[in-house]
T-cell receptor, first 116, second 113 residues
């Protein structure tokens, strides 16, 4: 079983639509960390957000918002009023302790295509 | 700061050849990682290091070796290249390990023919 499931392989929207990218994780730990990264067509990986398991506050950063719900083991990412520049692959990652170190595990990614 | 740099950007190898992917960071991070990215599969951890002289296997270490003689450098060695190692390789570093943001290099696209 995957530790991080991004069930949406590809999402296609028209500019100005809102879009939510789902991330469901699996862990038995009480302390863990969650991340979202963006990979635009140029290929680099860019950090978007980090959350620890004790901080369930939702976060908003401009058009981006994140909804962390421990009850459903989900950490979903919403883009409001999407723009063409949001077209990218988005990765969710879970970091949990193993052998004294926190080891990241990435989901398979969701490819977001925003059409003008 | 240059951040995390990787060389080369692209490389084509023949089956059975060997090569070293270079990774350097100038942020004085103790933690460094090597991932491979295959289409539709996300990033898979190959090896990681928690400091100079200390390395450990990740999820997919077979066919690879690493060393960490300095804080800055974390080279990845491929011995006896196989077509299954065709992938994009990313190096990353972080200040506080997996609890922290990872800073990624630009990647190396490797093709094994």
């Amino acid at each position: 079983a995957q530790k991080v499931t991004q069930a949406q392989t590809e999402i296609s929207v028209v500019e100005k639509e809102d879009v939510t990218l789902d991330c469901v994780y699996e862990t038995r730990d009480t302390t863990y960390y969650l991340f979202w990264y963006k990979q635009p067509p140029s290929g680099e990986l860019v950090f978007l957000i980090r959350r620890n398991s004790f901080d369930e506050q939702n976060e908003i950063s401009g058009r981006y918002s994140w909804n962390f719900q421990k009850s459903t083991s989900s950490f979903n990412f919403t883009i409001t009023a999407s723009q063409v520049v949001d077209s990218a692959v988005y990765f969710c990652a879970l970091s949990e302790e193993s052998g004294g170190s926190y080891i990241p595990t990435f989901g398979r990614g969701t490819s977001l295509i925003v059409h003008p | 700061n240059a951040g995390v740099t990787q060389t080369p950007k692209f490389r084509i190898l023949k089956i059975g050849q060997s090569m070293t992917l270079q990774c350097t960071q100038d942020m004085n991070h103790n933690y460094m990682y090597w991932y491979r990215q295959d289409p539709g599969m996300g990033l898979k951890l190959i090896y990681y290091s928690v400091g100079a002289g200390i390395t450990d296997k990740g999820e997919v270490p077979n066919g690879y070796n690493v060393s960490r003689s300095t804080t800055e450098d974390f080279p990845l060695r491929l011995e006896l290249a196989a077509p299954s190692q065709t992938s994009v390789y990313f190096c990353a570093s972080s200040y506080d390990g997996g609890k922290d943001t990872q800073y990624f290099g630009p990647g190396t696209r490797l093709t094994v023919l």
